[in-house]
């Protein structure tokens, strides 16, 4: 049986290969996730070395 976060974490990936860069809204959006979700996600494979984070964005909060 594969775990959730394993099925989770092939399907962002493949989120990735089909979109190449992107935001954590959008793969969010995709997977039906919230972009808070996918940021966590995302965060666990940038320290994995599976993926790279190279945009940030200034809010204007």
Do not use: D, F, H
């Not at 594969?2 to 099925?7: K, L, N, R």
């Not at 039906?32 to 993926?51: F, H």
């Amino acid at each position: 049986m594969i775990e959730w976060s394993t099925e989770l974490e092939g399907e962002i990936l493949n989120c990735l290969r089909q979109t190449g860069i992107t935001t954590p809204a959008e793969v969010g959006r995709r997977l039906r996730i919230s972009e808070a979700a996918a940021q966590s996600l995302l965060t666990i494979l940038v320290q994995e070395g599976k993926v790279r984070m190279c945009l940030v964005e200034l809010t204007s909060a």
